[in-house]
């Protein structure tokens, strides 16, 4: 056996024990010797800053969604938020889908009658892919309330989930739509994500599981919000 | 992360310390952020110590819980942030395997095969001052040395498992490591 403990092989103890060379017993005693000698651990701990940089000349992967969406759910955190690659690749792909990119026009309408006070009010014009396909949408801060135009029903299952991008770039969801329009109340939470430059999005989603943490497709329609 | 200029990566390394200090204060959003800037990093590192996709993703799960719940006890005067986290990932991943006797998984070509994980020279001329040295230094070994600890470090392989895949007596293998430990340690400095 080996003479792992001995004063003069403390270092390559430590050595040893940083590259996890050990087993059974001799690993025991190692582990040990860190517990109730504190210059020996730092002399473990030493071992693994000097030989951690090799771990840079590995290639670096990417891991799916599932897996911080495992980590949110075990440390407690609201259930998972898209990784940001895949949010980018969303985003660039709803930024190409051409249609969208070239028609997103904004319109801004004026509050209708009422108002007794400048009060502001958020709308933003959707414009999709298909051909001449727009919708607009206005938000009431006052009420909560945004208001949407009908759409068409794809018939697939799926319905259209509204989503609002705010800067931090995270689709958060407002909830499904329903075909024929309508008001549609926003979580307070969720309201002071309405404003200005935000991005409204619209996915097609399956409604019986919804809302949803995370979009699952391109949009299929975009635009941004403008304050009037 | 690719390499940057060195007023870049001293910037992401204070953005990673402070993610890292905002989780260690019980904000989700702190891991999101480490999570968002080092996960390709260590998720590489799993996967490469685990030979196994769905497997690395289970243990890089683990390795940010760990992460979550030690990050208090990070101190950015002891280790950089990568290292420490890349520390983290790799333990778990040699970890994961020693559990699951996967040792038979790995490819023949470990202690063959070993200079593909030799750097690029690119990467030598851009990698940080650590990395460079480390590099220099390991080289400056018999093949037999730098190889030996190459498997161990990065492949999580036992004295056992060395002297097995190498054909070598076990004795042969240990002063190997032992010679080739001290030697880089005199090439680093020590300290």
Avoid at chain 1, 127 to 144: H, R
Avoid at chain 2, 31 to 40: E, F, H, I
Avoid at chain 2, 49 to 66: G, S, T, W
Wanted: aromatic share 4%; hydrophobic share 45%.
């Amino acid at each position: 056996m080996v003479d792992t403990a001995e004063e003069p092989n403390r270092g390559a103890l430590a050595a040893e024990l940083a590259l996890g060379l050990l087993e059974g017993e001799e690993r025991a005693q190692g582990l040990r010797l860190c517990i109730s000698n504190p210059a020996f651990a730092r002399e473990v701990e030493g071992w693994s800053t000097r030989l951690a940089p090799l771990l840079d000349t590995l290639p670096p992967g990417l891991p799916s969604s599932r897996v911080w969406n495992a980590v949110a759910a075990r440390i407690g955190d609201k259930p998972e938020r898209p990784s940001l690659n895949r949010l980018r690749a969303w985003r660039a792909g709803a930024l190409t889908s051409g249609a969208i990119a070239a028609g997103l026009a904004l319109f801004i309408v004026s509050r209708p009658i009422e108002p007794p006070a400048r009060i502001p009010m958020a709308v933003s014009q959707l414009t999709g892919t298909g051909e001449a396909q727009v919708l607009a949408i206005s938000y009431d801060p006052q009420k909560g309330v945004l208001r949407v135009g009908a759409q068409k029903t794809p018939g697939d299952g799926k319905g259209p989930e509204l989503w609002v991008i705010p800067q931090d770039g995270v689709p958060r969801s407002l909830g499904m739509m329903t075909h024929e329009g309508g008001a549609m109340p926003v979580d307070p939470a969720m309201r002071p994500l309405l404003a200005a430059d935000a991005t409204l999005a619209i996915t097609m989603e399956d409604p019986t599981t919804a809302p949803h943490a995370a979009p699952s497709g391109l949009p299929v329609m975009t635009g941004k919000i403008s304050i009037i | 992360m690719h390499e940057a200029s060195s007023a870049a990566r001293s910037e992401n390394r204070a953005l990673l310390v402070s993610a890292i200090h905002l989780a260690a204060s019980g904000d989700a959003a702190g891991l999101r952020r480490v999570y968002d800037l080092t996960s390709a990093k260590l998720f590489g590192i799993c996967l490469r110590i685990c030979a196994d996709r769905e497997a690395a993703e289970d243990v890089l799960q683990d390795v940010y819980v760990k992460v979550w719940r030690r990050a208090a006890s990070f101190d950015d005067t002891r280790a950089s942030p990568i290292s420490w986290l890349a520390m983290i990932a790799r333990n778990a991943a040699v970890d994961w395997r020693r559990a699951e006797h996967r040792y038979d998984a790995i490819p023949d070509e470990a202690m063959a095969g070993i200079a593909d994980d030799a750097p690029l020279a690119d990467a030598l001329m851009e990698g940080d001052q650590e990395r460079r040295r480390l590099l220099v230094c390991l080289e400056d070994l018999p093949s037999e040395q730098s190889g030996a600890i190459r498997s161990a470090f990065l492949q999580g392989l036992t004295y056992q498992q060395l002297a097995e895949r190498s054909d070598t007596p076990l004795g042969t293998v240990k002063s190997w490591i032992r010679r080739g430990m001290l030697r880089l340690k005199d090439c680093l400095g020590h300290g």
